[in-house]
């Protein structure tokens, strides 16, 4: 059987006219508005050695990093599958800045596995990340680009889901739920399984007073009343919990004045990124879509590992992604001019003037005048010594 050599690995994707040019398109819009935002551009490099890689936010990583052996010293190297600690490393050692620092970035990255069933392994990854700054209108500032980001991206109903990591790992505190126990714990708080929370009291691996807890926290998600509830059933344990609530409470206000159009929506017990993150999380979802749209959070003194804690607040999301379910027009690059071959001073000008106008133009090259309009919507035709632009 004759091989498929033409066939990509699964969950790998290419891009091909005129949806590559949309898409670089989108691109450029982003840097723009990401530079009109103070957020300067980096390019981190693609592969790294893997105990800069995996330094910090990484260690969530490992698994999705392909590996690799570098031919001229032995080391062992990694395909970024994520920027974040990218811009960690870069904020700490090339930069160095002082005081608050914005960094934007799109680019590539690689992936053992899918997030989601069906899903990308070499997703278009664009972010934005704000160094330097506890202060929670930093956290404002990243959803509020986050946002509008997804508004460019041609995405106008989607909504906001805000958590915060510390009320679960203070209530782990409490419960005195052991490291090896912890991981098994995690796994049913992230699926909301009462059953499964039930059996663990019964088993007695938790306390009745610690299995009413984070029997409360799986069901604190909906609309922003759910604050009021958190206070309720969870207020006084600990006050790591009220600040994280008040936190939650105060971004939600902040949200409901800047965006009163975007729906707000709080699920105290959604962890995701929850080894690295250190206090709000947020998420942007679209209707009837099962996954984020974006998401991002706080991860507050991650540039430990590289000798530089700084607070930390930034979100990431797929281009490819938004570009496939958004509205975005932006400048498809379809269609052009089709002139004909020749040497003649007055038509080179005249397809000078038009490439300086910005005009696509494609001269036919001799034995292809018949080959149709080679994907142009006009034609440059002498008339009367003059060079015109006709339609086809």
Request: hydrophobic share 40%.
């Amino acid at each position: 059987m004759q091989s498929k050599r033409w066939l990509l690995p699964e969950g790998v994707q290419e891009m091909v006219p005129p949806e590559s040019w949309r898409l670089e398109a989108a691109r450029r819009q982003l840097l723009d508005l990401y530079w009109r935002w103070g957020y300067d551009l980096i390019r981190p490099p693609l592969i790294e050695y893997l105990d800069s890689l995996l330094t910090g936010a990484g260690h969530e990583l490992d698994l999705q990093t392909f590996k690799l052996t570098d031919q001229l010293n032995g080391r062992m190297m990694g395909v970024r599958s994520d920027m974040t600690t990218q811009a960690t490393r870069i904020d700490a050692h090339r930069l160095a800045a002082v005081g608050p620092a914005r960094y934007c970035y799109i680019g590539s990255i690689l992936r053992t596995r899918p997030e989601e069933p069906g899903g990308s392994r070499s997703p278009l990854q664009l972010g934005a990340e704000k160094f330097g700054d506890a202060h929670i209108d930093s956290d404002l500032e990243i959803v509020s680009l986050m946002l509008e980001t997804l508004g460019l991206m041609g995405i106008e109903d989607a909504c906001l889901d805000l958590g915060h990591v510390a009320i679960y790992r203070r209530l782990v505190q409490r419960a005195g739920v052991g490291a090896e126990f912890e991981p098994v714990l995690f796994d049913v708080v992230q699926r909301k399984s009462r059953p499964d929370l039930d059996a663990l009291a019964t088993a007695g691996r938790i306390d009745e007073r610690s299995h009413a807890w984070f029997a409360q926290l799986i069901e604190l998600n909906g609309p922003s009343a759910v604050i009021d509830d958190a206070k309720a059933v969870l207020g006084g344990i600990d006050e790591d919990i009220d600040a994280a609530i008040e936190r939650v409470e105060a971004m939600a206000d902040l949200l409901a004045a800047h965006y009163p159009a975007v729906p707000v929506f709080v699920d105290l017990a959604e962890l995701r990124g929850y080894r690295y993150k250190t206090g709000l999380l947020y998420a942007a979802f679209a209707p009837g879509l099962g996954r984020e749209l974006a998401r991002g959070g706080r991860y507050d003194n991650v540039g430990a590992s590289f000798g530089r804690p700084r607070p930390a607040t930034g979100f990431s999301a797929d281009l490819n992604l938004l570009a496939a379910l958004g509205g975005f027009e932006g400048d498809a690059r379809q269609g052009g001019v089709l002139a004909p071959a020749g040497s003649e001073p007055a038509l080179l000008n005249a397809i000078r003037q038009l490439r300086g106008e910005g005009r696509r133009v494609i001269v036919a090259t001799p034995g292809t005048e018949n080959h149709g309009s080679q994907g142009c919507d006009a034609a440059l035709v002498e008339r009367s010594g003059q060079w015109l632009v006709e339609s086809l």
